[in-house]
Structures are given as structure tokens and as C-alpha cells.
């Protein structure tokens, strides 16, 4: 039973730190791998130990151990520095150390043996037991949110309004506002775009920030027009972006709901928003494409089978990229096809461009790499320009120009900067800490007066100002 | 005292008759991780290695255009290398091809010489329409492999070499490599 414990133990522990944005199938999955290899390993053990079962299973713990510490002293003394690491010298050295120490344990004593085989096991089963308790109440939450998720029938019992504008919603993540791109990267392509927005009629608030960093955090407050706690509250965001008050306001209306969005590569546990239709990847793309996740890569990423990530880094990081690719190229196409009656909602979050930057300046992808170099944010900026200037003739052109579309333009949070598996060389240098809640905050809304705008306006007050204008809803601004 | 006294005197310690074995292991085991990064990088490592080119470096020309734009790890016919971006040209130059090009790493006491694989940079042309010059394939990559690379700082040269006449054009950039125990670092 010991190797069996210290064999899922590590896959325990991590997934009881990352309950909230981990599915319990990857888990499991890796649970039924840990229990092969604690059994493979003991059936070795007990032929080394001519069938004996306390040194048996004395000797694959050990070995247990030091496969599952492997990674984690790999990836220790790499990042300090000091001393030159590489796999075809750290796995002999620790292989070595494996025999000795269980060369060294099976000298002792059976008596001896039996206690420590009981002190382990104790300890272990305590561990796991703490775990257990940790993980149980994420996972109940889990279920409790997705249980009452059922997309709702497209509208049909209330009445339509036809002369009820469409409105778009769309969110392109971690673009910057227009002041960090002058004054930090010296991109003046961004007078161009907003040049492009004001010829197409709209309203371009420069100075507007975010409250947080947090993507979930943002739009939980946009979406429910209310503030949320921030940081990390995961289940709360994700709770209130899937049943959120603007969606809710407008079927009210009338209006059928439309969402494309990209949380659920970022958040595999994120709830589906409740809408008419929903799309979270291009449809037949991800799932036949995945082979392993993150989550398999972090607990792998810790044990000795490290020294094969040339060859399954690939197999995560090409499937989430192709999936990237396609989405964007689908909401596009997708959104230019919706044959869906006026009135509509339509909510587009896209990961552009947001990491990994895998474009260059025309759309063309330059990385098959989860790239995290910052110095390659400013290229995948420029083609979400593009991305968005064509999603916007997009809009306007297919529109109905007796009842013109409401569309909302805006990021989340500006270029973050955020460090990615500890590549610190990878950071923009000296970036000023102001320029990350720096956002896009665009609107297009015909016969809305918007002169009196401020342009720092908080993005919280971007539906109240709408359906004020629209449903005289009279909603207090913030 | 001669060899074989010597040796007697060592049979007569017990522990390490006892232990011989062990120690063999672990001595065998120092000298394999003193010369595995040796052997790996003579017998096994194929790509980012300089080259040898028999050659004075000529003193800086200031007539070169360039720019070293990024230094990234990457993962090449199972070698964990870095690739080396940018670009270059010499002004003036019409014909850019009949020179074979060369990034120069160069500390105090060491020089290398890794070859460059031409790439398309469209960028490059437009910005400098106006001197009216081929600029198409002015880019550049390069691999570099760090475990041919001794711990150091290593200025970043770019060295052009005329293909007929062998003529050299040589410039030391801002640039500078840095090679840490396990890292290749850019430095602008």
C-alpha cells in the first residue's frame, strides 16, 4: 500500500491547490497512471527482493520518492544557476542515490522495517486524508455551479422587438490602451486605429482603467454592472459571468444571446455562459486534438519523466494553439453568418493578444511554441488591430442601416507583463505598473450623445450607460 | 616508498577493502558528470556549434546597418538550443548576395564564428525604401548550442565575408551574450 500511497500522492496534492481550474476527470486519469506505475514498481521490487513484501514495498517507496522529487531538484538547482544541470547527469546521480538508499534501507532489520513501514504509511495515509478534505469542498462547489447550467431554449415565448438594436460586446484580452502603446513601445499605428473608430462613429475613452488585472474579475463586473472582490475568487467570477445580469436584462427584451469565448482554454472548469448559443471552441478542434493537459504537465513536469518533455510539451502546447487558431478564425467567419433573428446580443471574448504570442504583425503564426516573450507582445498587438478592424467592417457592413448595431469595444486589462514558468528574461524592462489596467474602451451607439463622456470613464458603467440610453432603465452610473 | 608497499599498505585497511566497490561507483560516477557535458557536446550535440574559420577579424566598420532583435530557446531535432534573430546589411552595397554572413561571439580570450541562415524581412525593405537596395533577405537566424559555449560575456559581432574575393567587413554591435551555467542570455 505504501508505494501505492506516495505514488498519487504528488498528483493529490497538486490538484488539491488547483481544484478551482482543474477538471476532476484530469485527475483521475492521472490517478490511474500513478497506480500502474506504484504497481510495476513493487512487482520489480518484489523479484529484486525475492518475493519478500515489507522490503518489496520499502524499496519501491523509495524509489517512489526520489521519481517524484526528480523534477522538482531539477528545476531547483536550474533556475539558481550556479551549476550547470542537465538530464544525462542528474538522472544517473539520482538513480544512483535510489539504489544506495534502498540498498541502505533493506540492511535494516525486519523489525525495524515493519515500524518504519507503519510510520510511513501513517504519515502518508494523514497527508492524503488532508488532501481529500482540501479537494472535496472545491469539487461540491463545482458541481453545485454546473448543475443548474442548461442552455435555455432560444427566445420564443417573449415578444421581439425588432427595432431594437443588436449589440455586440467584445472583449479583446490584454490589449493595452492607446497610452502605454505611445509612450512604452512607440507604436503610433495606434492614431491609425483610432482614427479608424472615430470615422466609423465611435466614442474612444483613452484614459479608462480597469479595476484589477484579472480577466474573470473584469467581466463579472462588467457583465453584472457591480462590483466583485478582487482577487482569485474564481467560482464567484465564474458563477457570475455564466448567469450575468446583462444577458439575463436583455432575453427580458427580447433578445437572443450569442457568445464566443475563449475562458475555457484558459479556465478548463469555467462554467458555459447561458446563452441562446454558445460557442467555446470552433466546433470539432480541442477535444479531438488533446492528448494530455496542463495539469498532467505539471505533476509529470515533477518527476523524473521530465526528461521527456522535448517530447510531450509538444503534444499540449500544439492542440491548445491550433485550438487558439481556429477559434479566432471561426468567430470571425461565425459571426459574419449568425442567422439568427434581431434582435441579438453578441459576446466575443477572444485571447488576443493576449499570451501565447504566437502572430506576427499580419496574423501569420510565427511561434509553434507557447511563446511568453514580451518582446513579441507589440507585433501580436498590431494584428488584433487588424483582427478587430475586420471584425468591425464585418459588423457595419452586414448591418441594417435603418436599425444601426450598438457595439462595444474593449479589453479587459492592459499588457500585464506577467512572468511565465519563472522566464524572467522574457519581461518587458522597467514597464510602468500603471500601464497594465490600461484598457481599450470603445463604443459605437448611434443617437447616444457622447460629448459629455469622460475619458476616464469606468468600464463598470458600460451597460448602465447603454440600457439607460436604450430601455430608459434608469440603472445608477459608478 | 615504491608501488607496491603502497599497495600493500592498502590492502590492510578493512574499510576499504570492504567498501572498494562503492567507491569505484562513485568515483566512476564524478568522472561522468565531470566529462558527460564534453562527450555531449563532441559526439552528440549536431546543431548551434560555431564554426572554425581561419581568419583575422578586421577592425569595426562603422558601413553596416543592423539590428539584433531577440535571443530564444528552442527545441531543434531534439536539442535544446537558441535561436538568434535580427538582421544586417552593409549601405551602398547593390548586391547584398555576394556576401556570406557570420555572427561573431568574442569574449577576451575567445572567438567564434556561427554561421547565419538568411530569412525574408519585409520590414527591413520597407523601412529603408529610400536607399533603394535588395533588402529582402537581409534577416538573419542563427542557433546557438551554450554547451559549446564557455561561462562568460560574449560581445555579439556580425561579420560579412565577400564570397569571391573573401574580403571581410566586420562590426561589433551593442549586443551582448551572456553564458550563465545553464543559460543563454541577450543582453541589448
Known amino acids: ?50 518475493f519478500n513484501a515489507w522490503r518489496g514495498s520499502i524499496s519501491a517507496s523509495v524509489f517512489l520518492f526520489y521519481f517524484n522529487i526528480y523534477g522538482m531538484v531539477f528545476n531547483f538547482l536550474y533556475k539558481r544557476d550556479f551549476i550547470r544541470i542537465e538530464h544525462y547527469t542528474l538522472l544517473p546521480l539520482f538513480i544512483l542515490l535510489t539504489f544506495y538508499s534502498v540498498w541502505a534501507i533493506v540492511k535494516i532489520n525486519n523489525f525495524n522495517l515493519h515500524r518504519i513501514w507503519n510510520i ?14 482540501k479537494i472535496t469542498p472545491a469539487e461540491i462547489e463545482k458541481r453545485r455551479d454546473l448543475s443548474p447550467v442548461s442552455m435555455p431554449p432560444p427566445s420564443t415565448s417573449i415578444s421581439r422587438n425588432p427595432t431594437y438594436p443588436d449589440i455586440y460586446f467584445i472583449i479583446l484580452d490584454e490589449f493595452s490602451g492607446f497610452e502605454p502603446m505611445r509612450e512604452y513601445w512607440h507604436y503610433q499605428g495606434v492614431d491609425d486605429f483610432k482614427q479608424f473608430l472615430e470615422n466609423n462613429h465611435f466614442f474612444v475613452a483613452e484614459q479608462s482603467h480597469g479595476e484589477s488585472q484579472e480577466t474573470l474579475h473584469e467581466l463579472a463586473t462588467r457583465l453584472n454592472f457591480q462590483e466583485y472582490p478582487c482577487c482569485d475568487q474564481l467560482r464567484t467570477y465564474f458563477s457570475a459571468i455564466a448567469d450575468n445580469r446583462v444577458m439575463r436584462f436583455l432575453k427580458t427584451k427580447g433578445y437572443t444571446t450569442i457568445t464566443f469565448d475563449e475562458s475555457e482554454s484558459a479556465f478548463p472548469t469555467d462554467l458555459p455562459i447561458k446563452s441562446d448559443y454558445y460557442y467555446g471552441n470552433a466546433p470539432d478542434t480541442y477535444n479531438s486534438y488533446t492528448i494530455i493537459d496542463n495539469f498532467d504537465k505539471l505533476v509529470i513536469d515533477n518527476t523524473m519523466l521530465r526528461i521527456f518533455s522535448n517530447l510531450y510539451d509538444p503534444l499540449i502546447e500544439f492542440p491548445s494553439l491550433k485550438a487558439h487558431i481556429d477559434m479566432l478564425s471561426f468567430t470571425l467567419d461565425k459571426m459574419n453568418n449568425l442567422e439568427v433573428a434581431s434582435p441579438k446580443f453578441v459576446y466575443v471574448h477572444v485571447l488576443l493578444p493576449h499570451m501565447p504570442f504566437i502572430f506576427d504583425s499580419n496574423g501569420f503564426v510565427i511561434a509553434s511554441y507557447y511563446n511568453t516573450n514580451w518582446d513579441d507582445y507589440l507585433d501580436n498587438y498590431i494584428y488584433a488591430i487588424k483582427y478587430a478592424e475586420k471584425m468591425i467592417t464585418n459588423i457595419l457592413s452586414h448591418a441594417d442601416p435603418q436599425h444601426p448595431p450598438i457595439i462595444i469595444l474593449q479589453s479587459d486589462h492592459g499588457a500585464r507583463n506577467q512572468i511565465y514558468n519563472g522566464n524572467e528574461e522574457h519581461l518587458l524592462k522597467n514597464f510602468p505598473e500603471r500601464f497594465k489596467t490600461s484598457i481599450l474602451f470603445a463604443l459605437h451607439v448611434p443617437g447616444l450623445d457622447t460629448s459629455t463622456l469622460p475619458q476616464d470613464i469606468n468600464p463598470i458603467n458600460t451597460f448602465p450607460l447603454i440600457f439607460n440610453y436604450l430601455f430608459n432603465s434608469k440603472i445608477p452610473m459608478q | 616508498m615504491d608501488m607496491k608497499s603502497f599497495l600493500h599498505k592498502l590492502r590492510k585497511l578493512t574499510w576499504l577493502r570492504k567498501y572498494w566497490f562503492h567507491i569505484l561507483v562513485w568515483v566512476a560516477m564524478v568522472i561522468y558528470v565531470v566529462i558527460a557535458p564534453s562527450a555531449y557536446s563532441r559526439f552528440i550535440l549536431r546543431d548551434g556549434k560555431p564554426v572554425s574559420l581561419d581568419l583575422v577579424l578586421p577592425a569595426n566598420t562603422a558601413k553596416m546597418m543592423y539590428s539584433v532583435d531577440r535571443l530564444d530557446p528552442i527545441i531543434f531535432h531534439g536539442q535544446n538550443l537558441y535561436t538568434l534573430w535580427g538582421w544586417a546589411f552593409i549601405p551602398g552595397e547593390a548586391d547584398q548576395s555576394i556576401y556570406e554572413r557570420f555572427i561573431v561571439l568574442r569574449s577576451d580570450t575567445k572567438t567564434y564564428f556561427f554561421p547565419v541562415v538568411n530569412s525574408t524581412r519585409p520590414d527591413v525593405q520597407s523601412a529603408f525604401a529610400n536607399l533603394h537596395l535588395d533588402l529582402l533577405n537581409s534577416g538573419f537566424t542563427t542557433y546557438l548550442a551554450k554547451d559549446d559555449i564557455p561561462r562568460g560575456s560574449y560581445r555579439v559581432g556580425i561579420l560579412f565575408r565577400h564570397k569571391a574575393s573573401s574580403l571581410l567587413k566586420y562590426l561589433d554591435t551593442n549586443s551582448i551574450i551572456i553564458r550563465t551555467a545553464n543559460q543563454l542570455q541577450l543582453v541589448k
Do not use: E, H
Open chain 1, 120 to 133: 510511513a504509511s501513517f504519515i502518508m495515509i494523514g497527508l492524503i486524508i488532508i488532501n481529500l478534505i
Open chain 1, 1 to 50: 500500500m505504501l508505494p501505492l500511497l506516495l505514488a498519487v500522492y504528488p498528483s493529490l496534492f497538486l490538484y488539491s491547490n488547483n481544484a478551482a481550474i482543474t477538471l476532476l476527470s484530469s485527475l483521475i486519469r492521472l490517478l490511474w497512471f500513478n497506480a500502474l506505475l506504484a504497481l510495476v514498481v513493487y512487482l520489480i521490487s518484489l523479484l529484486i527482493n525475492k
